[in-house]
């Protein structure tokens, strides 16, 4: 995965809750296992019309947003299928960052195993970055992983809560397997002392 350190960039205001799965990536464009080109199923039946052509209304659709790295949104992000294609959507989409005042478990989870941060912030906050998002793209807003902020365009700094080992994986770009990997020679010598102990079962 590609390290999550510091971002600075444009947020969509997506003043929505229980904005689920389904609504992040529809169903029909769940025929494949690749993650790229995802992008352009993101929000597919609020960006576009049945004969492709795109909303106006809709907040990716116009600009600066079509270049957000950031969404926030309100509470219940994520909720009802566990379909891990809506962080993939998401990303390929090009966000790198959501905030909530809360998340659905299971979308949470699947962000950072894809290099997203979902961020929780109460509500009132949420509000205020809304408001930030609005003024487009001379309102950029930063998200610092390392130090855990925020920081607003007036340059004040919110703090987040995020666990410290999942902080760690997006800090160093590390999915499942590459935390994994990062132990390769302790499980090397564990498999040494094994074949050295039990030889006839590794024949």
Known sequence: ?????TLTGIAAPLPMANVDTDKIIPARFLKTIERKGLGRAAFADMR?????SEKPEFVLNREPYRAAEI???????????SREHAPWA???????????PDFADIFFNNS???????IRLPREL???????????ANARITVDLARQVVLRPNGEEIPFDVDPLRKHRLLNGLDDIGETMQRSA??????????????WLFG
Request: net charge negative.
């Open 186 to 199: 302790v499980i090397e010598s564990f498999e040494q002392k094994q074949r050295a102990a039990q030889p």
């Open 71 to 81: 969404l926030i949104a309100h509470e219940n992000f994520g909720c009802g299928s």
């Open 112 to 118: 950072f195993k894809n290099g997203i941060l979902p």
């Open 90 to 100: 998401l990303l390929d989409f090009g966000i790198r960052c959501v905030i909530a």
């Open 48 to 52: 576009f019309n049945d004969d492709g």
């Open 1 to 5: 995965m590609t390290p999550f350190t």
């Open 126 to 136: 949420c509000d205020a970055l809304m408001e930030d998002a609005k003024l487009g």
